[in-house]
């Protein structure tokens, strides 16, 4: 139980377009979502935390208006970049968590590359 | 607000010898630890976790933790370690900030695993 699930894995894409990514809680509900992102050889950073149906809380010095968070449903939630640039290449990872407890659930992380 | 400082980025070991990973946390009335494995190009796997109760937490593949109040410590432990075990390994808090429970993260360690 308690698997999340990334798409897509793997993303290339050209400076100034936008990617969506996803992330799906496949077998409990999701209340709160988490985004991350990791550089190469770095630690998990807190991009912001999101609750279903309500706006994403972003942590500071995280631009909103260019990593726009959805968290439509109990079960899916996406992250845009949008005009992306080369800087943004990097991995993204989401966690899910549900209604009780403090354990979040990883999804395997999208690899974004800008070129 | 909480934090965690992994003192090790990366700790070379030989086959079968035994593993310690350190990790200190911020004092706090309460805590939450988490000690997550993650291999290359992949999401993050919890290992094992301290809510509250026995301070000696078992985890999955072997793996051990000790939660120490007084020194403020909560180190990874492997009696003998294998070449799969070869990974980045990150401890983790559970921080409340703004009305959310966040977790965050150490900056890892890299346990390299030697024939």
């Known amino acids: 139980g308690a698997v999340v699930s990334q798409h897509p894995s793997w993303v290339i894409c050209k400076s100034g377009t936008s990617v969506k990514i996803e992330c799906r809680s496949l077998?409990?509900?999701?209340?709160?979502m988490f985004w991350y992102r990791q550089f190469p050889k770095q630690s998990l950073m807190l991009m912001a935390t999101s609750n279903e149906g309500s706006k994403a809380t972003y942590e500071q010095g995280v631009e909103k208006d260019k990593f726009l968070i959805n968290h439509a449903s109990l079960t899916l939630s996406t992250l845009t970049v949008t005009s992306a640039h080369p800087e943004d290449s990097s991995f993204y990872i989401c966690?899910?968590?549900?209604?009780?407890?403090?354990?979040?659930?990883f999804g395997p992380g999208t690899r974004l590359t800008v070129t | 607000a909480q934090s965690v400082t992994q003192l090790d980025s990366q700790v070379p070991v030989f086959e079968e010898a035994p593993v310690e990973l350190r990790c200190n946390y911020s004092s706090s009335v309460s805590v939450y630890l988490f000690w997550y494995v993650q291999y290359p190009n992949q999401g993050l796997q919890l290992l094992l976790k301290y809510l509250s109760g026995s301070t000696l937490v078992k985890g999955i593949n072997g793996f051990e933790a000790e939660f120490n109040k007084s020194q403020t410590s909560f180190h990874l432990r492997k009696p003998s370690v294998h070449i799969s075990d070869t990974a980045e390994y990150f401890c983790?808090?559970?921080?409340?900030?703004?009305?959310?429970?966040?977790?965050?993260f150490g900056a890892g360690t890299r346990l390299a695993v030697h024939p």
């Open positions: 983790a808090v559970i921080t409340s900030s703004g009305g959310y429970n966040k977790l965050i």
């Open positions: 077998d409990f509900q999701a209340t709160t």
């Open positions: 966690s899910a968590r549900g209604s009780a407890g403090y354990e979040q659930y």
